[in-house]
């Protein structure tokens, strides 16, 4: 699971506690500038374990 410590990676495809650690792992980080962040975003937000606020960078 080494990549998810890497921000310019994209992991692709990860599981509900995948995403959920990467988040963790890249609390500090933006959505701009991360790629795991990113992605795990929008598999939390996909599977309704996440809530955007409208103004949030989609």
């Given amino acids: 699971m080494m990549y998810l410590f890497d921000c310019t990676i994209d992991p692709g ?8 650690q990467a988040m ?3 609390m500090c980080c933006t959505v701009d500038n991360c790629l795991v962040r990113r992605r795990a975003r929008q598999i939390l937000v996909d599977t ?3 809530v ?4 949030a960078v989609p």
């Avoid at 495809?13 to 959920?20: K, M, R, V, W």
């Avoid at 955007?52 to 103004?55: F, G, I």
Wanted: glycine share 6%; aromatic share 0%; no cysteine.
């Fill in 13 to 20: 495809d990860l599981t509900l506690p995948q995403a959920h």
């Fill in 52 to 55: 955007l606020a409208q103004d």
């Fill in 24 to 26: 963790q792992i890249h």
């Fill in 48 to 50: 309704g374990q996440m």
